[in-house]
T-cell receptor, first 115, second 112 residues
């Protein structure tokens, strides 16, 4: 089954304790992206990747890191989490095609609470 | 910068038709997408308009007017399961490549 898998689904942690949210897709998609979703603010892009070893900042990258060492994986790293990073996070992937719409496929989300 | 505006909430009766509007401001516009998200769920793709006009997929249709920087999602024969949030999203030179810039979403409540 084609899917984007995020782990963990839920995490409660404390300020300053490094954490990683993993994202893996089995559709051989070049493009992957991380979003955070907060009430009233919709989905805001954190980082994206066009292919292996190619990453770039989205609209709200502060406090986050990513890596893309393999095509299928795109982990989101919070080196020193703070309470304002409490949010619902989504990973998404799609084929890379500038000339037509490629729908993004989303993971089920990771709800992070930073105390 | 870029911006998207859509109503925050809409309520409609089961079996009726509802239209969710979206106006956008961006440069180098490619197209407008619509995503549905049920409470606690992931966003799922509904439709895309790259050219002016209406795209129909079953009970859902989406419309785009590039000259007016405006689009809408039309849901017909509403069902209770259509209660969800609906997001419009633009692709443009400003977003770059496959990136999407999402609106803040419209929460649709379908009542009996």
């Amino acid at each position: 089954e084609a899917q984007v898998t995020q782990n963990p689904r839920y995490l409660i942690t404390v300020t300053g304790k490094k954490l990683t949210v993993t994202c893996s897709q089995n559709m051989n998609h070049e493009y992957m992206s991380w979003y955070r979703q907060d009430p009233g603010l919709g989905l805001r892009q954190i980082y994206y990747s066009m292919n292996v070893e190619v990453t770039d900042k989205g609209d709200v990258p502060e406090g986050y890191k990513v890596s893309r060492k393999e095509k299928r994986n795109f982990p989101l790293i919070l080196e020193s989490p703070s309470p304002n990073q409490t949010s619902l996070y989504f990973c998404a992937s799609s084929p890379l095609d500038r000339n037509s719409n490629q729908p993004q496929h989303f993971g089920d989300g990771t709800r992070l609470s930073i105390l | 910068g870029q911006s998207l505006e859509q109503p925050s909430e809409v309520t409609a009766v089961e079996g009726a038709i509802v239209q969710i509007n979206c106006t956008y401001q961006t440069s180098g516009f490619y197209g407008l997408s619509w995503y549905q998200q049920h409470d606690g769920g992931a966003p799922t793709f509904l439709s895309y308009n790259g050219l002016d006009g209406l795209e129909e997929t079953g009970r859902f249709s989406s419309f785009l007017s590039r000259s007016d920087s405006y689009g809408y999602l039309l849901l017909q024969e509403l069902q209770m399961k259509d209660s969800a949030s609906y997001f419009c999203a633009v692709r443009s030179d400003q977003t770059g490549a496959n990136n999407l810039f999402f609106g803040t979403g419209t929460r649709l409540t379908v009542i009996p």
